[in-house]
């Protein structure tokens, strides 16, 4: 007959033998009731990732460029399979001091957002940076996402920034919270690569960046300079920052007539337009382009 379970441990389930990340220890599993994991759950919220500094990277490869950054990741979170399947996650986080916690398979799937989970949940802290900060290291090649909402468009242009070399991605205006769980993932770990800057006034982004010796270009697709033919000029091989709208209005006009040149990337098919993770592709890399030494930009 087996014993009823002693009240006020209801927040556990029976100790597992756990393997990988050192040696076999005994270490109850906590559940969707642990108050760590009460409180973890909570970032999933804006409001409660903005009160605490804090959000959740999910994944190995997340959870894994997030251990990269020295002081960053403060717990991790994984089931009994997800330790032993990601052993060097769990290694590198004991080594570094960070507390790594298992939990059962409802508790993984309730701090996850994707359908199957990968068995790693890492709380981290906010890591941008003043946009004084980011441009005193005088970034080359910069990308604004003005007022963009959509978290995976915002995460893929962050991933393709990145890819692209540009050492700034400013989040400007009302634009989405670099830390909303489908942006950590969309940026494929590249928001742990790049300097990030929330503002709230794009205006005074577009001064700053200027200030700082920026050329500031607006994409639009009305713009009045052709992509092709700027790169011809040879003008992107200068410092650039580029400024990107939403999917359904673009920039707001007063702000494209701030930038120093509106640009339009060509369309030499019959397509109607571009979608902003397409053209933002199209403008870092004809920038990356130019900006590597010795390379022609013809």
Same mark, same amino acid.
């Given at each position: 007959?087996?014993?009823?379970?002693? #009240? /006020?441990?209801?927040?556990?389930?029976?100790?597992?033998?756990?393997?990988?990340? /050192?040696?076999?220890?005994?270490?109850?599993?906590?559940?969707?009731?642990?108050?760590?994991?009460? $409180?973890?759950?909570?970032?999933?919220?804006?409001?409660?990732?903005?009160?605490?500094?804090?959000?959740?990277?999910?994944?190995?490869?997340?959870?894994?460029? $997030?251990?990269?950054?020295?002081?960053?990741?403060?717990?991790?979170?994984?089931?009994?399979?997800?330790?032993?399947?990601?052993?060097?996650?769990?290694?590198?986080?004991?080594?570094?001091?960070?507390?790594?916690?298992?939990?059962?398979? #409802? @508790?993984?799937?309730?701090? $996850?957002?994707?359908?199957?989970?990968?068995?790693?949940?890492?709380?981290?802290?906010?890591?941008?940076?003043?946009?004084?900060?980011?441009?005193?290291?005088?970034?080359?090649?910069?990308?604004?996402?003005?007022?963009?909402?959509?978290?995976?468009?915002?995460?893929?242009?962050?991933?393709?920034?990145?890819?692209?070399?540009?050492?700034?991605?400013?989040?400007?205006?009302?634009?989405?919270?670099?830390?909303?769980?489908?942006?950590?993932?969309?940026?494929? /770990?590249?928001?742990?690569?790049?300097?990030?800057?929330?503002?709230?006034?794009?205006?005074?982004?577009?001064?700053?960046?200027?200030?700082?010796?920026?050329?500031?270009?607006?994409?639009?697709?009305?713009?009045?300079?052709?992509? !092709?033919?700027? #790169?011809?000029?040879?003008?992107?091989?200068?410092?650039?920052?580029?400024?990107?709208?939403?999917?359904?209005?673009?920039?707001?006009?007063?702000? @494209?007539?701030?930038? !120093?040149?509106?640009?339009?990337?060509?369309?030499?098919?019959?397509?109607?337009?571009?979608?902003?993770?397409?053209?933002? #592709?199209?403008?870092?890399?004809?920038?990356?382009?130019?900006?590597?030494? /010795?390379?022609?930009?013809?």
């Amino acid at each position: 007959m087996t014993a009823p379970r002693p #009240a /006020g441990r209801l927040d556990r389930v029976p100790a597992t033998t756990i393997t990988g990340g /050192g040696a076999d220890h005994r270490q109850p599993a906590f559940t969707t009731r642990t108050p760590r994991i009460v $409180a973890a759950r909570r970032l999933h919220r804006r409001r409660d990732r903005d009160a605490t500094r804090r959000f959740l990277a999910e994944g190995p490869q997340a959870v894994r460029e $997030a251990l990269a950054v020295p002081g960053l990741v403060r717990e991790l979170f994984t089931t009994a399979a997800g330790r032993t399947r990601h052993t060097d996650l769990t290694v590198a986080a004991a080594s570094a001091g960070v507390d790594v916690s298992t939990v059962d398979d #409802a @508790a993984l799937t309730a701090l $996850a957002e994707t359908v199957n989970p990968q068995g790693v949940v890492a709380v981290c802290d906010h890591l941008d940076v003043t946009l004084d900060g980011a441009l005193h290291r005088r970034p080359a090649l910069a990308a604004v996402l003005v007022e963009i909402r959509d978290p995976g468009n915002a995460g893929t242009v962050l991933r393709t920034a990145d890819a692209a070399g540009a050492g700034t991605v400013v989040f400007a205006g009302a634009a989405v919270d670099p830390y909303n769980g489908k942006c950590v993932r969309a940026s494929a /770990g590249s928001l742990f690569h790049v300097d990030v800057v929330r503002h709230d006034d794009p205006a005074h982004v577009v001064d700053e960046l200027r200030a700082a010796g920026l050329r500031v270009l607006a994409t639009t697709g009305h713009g009045d300079t052709d992509l !092709d033919d700027l #790169a011809d000029s040879g003008a992107l091989a200068a410092p650039t920052a580029w400024l990107f709208g939403t999917e359904a209005h673009g920039l707001p006009a007063e702000l @494209a007539d701030r930038a !120093d040149a509106r640009v339009r990337v060509p369309l030499h098919g019959r397509a109607e337009s571009l979608n902003l993770a397409a053209a933002a #592709a199209v403008c870092l890399y004809t920038s990356a382009r130019a900006q590597r030494p /010795g390379r022609p930009t013809r």
